[in-house]
């Protein structure tokens, strides 16, 4: 298994797109989280080896996350982008099988340093 390795974040205008990247290999969900300034960490979005998503509810229809297993990579793409979505971004990955991927932390054994979004208004 390789160790998650994030990649794409970048400062952007309001309305801006971003695309991040994460490599990963030999796990089942993946999952991107996030925490900006002074708040917890939330879960973004997840899915499964067999393209299954799941969205927290807040950030469905701007942000779509993908896999390409051939690449070993998982992408999240995010458009319309708005000041509260900077935060430092994080890919999670889970070596254990599960029978349904969440964005509760305690199913991802792997994580990511995070890289950051910066959105200005």
């Known amino acids: 298994q390789v160790q998650p390795v994030e990649s794409g974040g970048d400062s952007v205008q309001a309305g801006g797109s971003l695309i991040l990247s994460c490599a990963a290999s030999?796990?089942?969900?993946m999952a991107w989280f996030r925490q900006a300034p002074g708040k917890e960490r939330e879960g973004v979005a997840t899915?499964?080896?067999?393209?299954?998503?799941t969205y927290d509810f807040s950030e469905q229809g701007r942000f779509t996350i993908s896999r390409d297993n051939a690449k070993n990579s998982v992408y999240l793409q995010m458009r319309s982008l708005k000041p509260e979505d900077t935060a430092m971004y994080y890919c999670?990955?889970?070596?254990?099988?599960?029978?349904?991927?969440?964005?509760?932390?305690?199913?991802?054994?792997?994580w990511g340093q995070g890289t950051q979004v910066i959105v200005s208004s």
């Open positions: 999670a990955a889970s070596s254990t099988i599960w029978r349904w991927c969440s964005l509760r932390e305690f199913q991802y054994n792997a």
């Open positions: 030999g796990y089942g969900c």
């Open positions: 899915i499964e080896p067999d393209g299954t998503t």
